[in-house]
């Protein structure tokens, strides 16, 4: 029995050439190559993002622990009580470069830089304005209300890794706290 003409011819195909098989090699080392210079891109973002979840995290820690700080006024006596002096733990900072200070000339929230433990890339400050003095805060003028700003700064990364100790990112926080 004779084969067809077409039959024959697959029947003869032995494999890919020489010439295949290297354009097939150079196609994906260019790929690879490319895929290879990306990476330290990627890894640079990954840390970007979490040094920027970190310092938030940091900036969000100390605003708790100034939103628990006490600041009352005081109470007038209610008959058959003493009167409630007034408590003021939370303070106020004397200039945009001063650390708040309460009762008795207290440091409410002291500057930290660098901060401690695994966090030690990072310096964290609070100032406290009085919104009944001056311009107020933001043009808002009220003898009860402070405005709390905290700042959290650290060295980015870079494309070749930590920045020069001049080049530093920062997040800011702010909130307003009333007398209770």
């Keep these: 029995m004779r084969r067809s003409r077409t ?22 080392s260019v790929g690879l190559v490319a895929l290879s210079s990306a990476i330290p891109l990627a890894a640079y973002g990954i840390q970007e993002g979490n040094q920027l979840s970190t310092a938030t995290f940091l900036a969000n820690q100390r605003m ?3 939103r628990n700080a006490q600041w009352q006024a005081a109470q ?37 830089a660098p901060l401690a433990g695994p966090y030690a890339g990072y310096s964290r400050t609070v100032r406290i304005t009085d919104c009944g003095s001056g311009g107020g805060c933001d043009g808002t003028v009220y003898s009860n209300l402070r405005q709390v700003t905290v700042t959290v700064t650290y060295r980015p990364m870079t494309g070749i890794g930590v920045a020069s100790s001049s080049r530093t990112k920062s997040v800011i926080v702010t909130m ?5």
């Design 76 to 112: 007038p006596p209610a008959p058959a009580t003493a009167i409630v002096a007034a408590i003021d733990n939370l303070g106020v900072s004397a200039s945009s470069t001063s650390a708040p200070v309460g009762d008795g000339g207290v440091t409410t929230f002291a500057d930290e």
């Design 64 to 66: 708790e622990q100034v």
């Design 176 to 180: 307003y706290i009333a007398q209770r």
């Design 7 to 28: 039959a024959a011819t697959i029947a003869n195909q032995r494999g890919m050439t020489l010439v295949e098989i290297l354009l097939a090699v150079f196609i994906i």
